[in-house]
């Protein structure tokens, strides 16, 4: 098997709205394993990042505050929003992400909002019941989304995703290979009726000189579009069976650059 990649360089466009930039402290946890529980704020901090958003993970914020300057601002409320947008000042970005995680009895509860950093409002508001801990990571991948897609368009600022979803190429095949066997269909159907059309002028059925010409005419249109429409249905059907080839998702980056930007695909050949 061999890797394979796409690429493509983007036109020139006029320059989008700045990228939404969000402080992502680590999620107040209760009754969650504090091990555990790192796992899943740094999951979404990565979540929203490939979502399209700038990101400050607890990491980060670390650096550039200090580690003291950082447990001040951390140890905030959710309900302080002076502590909050003093963090998102400090670090420059437009909202902070704040949530928690909490197990309540069998079950576990998911709060996450995006809080504005000049006003303290409430930009995004996402809340899950999960039966497990399990789901937590999908739940806050699907979160991640919501919370980045409502934010950028509350303060009317961009998102970049870094990547898109994997394209299942067997899926994607379904289309040419449909297509390609109706048009393989249909120009048989007009190369059969081009030769009744041939065969009705040679063998003397055409009552008139004009009926013969007609059928002439006729079957040597037919006769184009059907070589035509095989020709079509042939590439369409040729298509979907490399689709069904490569099989696996594949999966697309974006790379701005100044003035446009580059797009590419990249998946494995069997």
Not at 145 to 151: C, K
Request: with cysteine; charged share 15%; aromatic share 4%.
């Amino acid at each position: 098997m061999f890797a394979w990649v796409f690429c493509a360089v983007l036109a020139s466009t006029p320059p989008p709205p700045a990228t939404l930039r969000l402080a992502a402290p680590p999620l107040t946890l209760v009754g969650v394993e504090q091990t555990l529980g790192g796992v899943f704020s740094e999951h979404l901090a990565q979540q929203l990042k490939l979502a399209g958003a700038e990101v400050f993970t607890q990491k980060e914020i670390g650096q550039l505050l200090g580690m003291e300057r950082q447990r001040q601002l951390l140890g905030c409320t959710e309900e302080a929003t002076n502590c909050v947008g003093e963090l998102a000042n400090a670090l420059g970005t437009d909202a902070v992400v704040m949530g928690d995680l909490a197990k309540v009895g069998a079950r576990f509860q998911l709060n996450l909002k995006v809080i504005a950093s000049g006003d303290g409002k409430t930009l995004a508001v996402v809340s899950e019941s999960l039966a497990s801990e399990s789901e937590t990571l999908e739940a806050l991948t699907r979160a991640s989304r919501t919370l980045a897609n409502q934010a950028a368009a509350a303060l009317g600022l961009s998102l970049t995703p870094r990547f898109s979803d994997p394209v299942n190429w067997k899926k994607v095949a379904i289309a040419p290979l449909a297509g390609g066997a109706v048009l393989a269909a249909v120009a048989t159907g007009l190369l059969v009726a081009s030769k009744n059309n041939y065969q009705y002028v040679v063998t003397g059925q055409a009552r008139t000189e004009a009926d013969g010409r007609a059928a002439i005419a006729a079957g040597s249109t037919q006769q184009t579009l059907g070589v035509v429409g095989l020709a079509l249905g042939g590439a369409a059907l040729a298509t979907g069976a490399i689709f069904l080839v490569v099989g696996r998702p594949t999966g697309a980056a974006v790379v701005p650059l100044q003035g446009g930007g580059v797009v590419t695909w990249s998946g494995v050949w069997p």
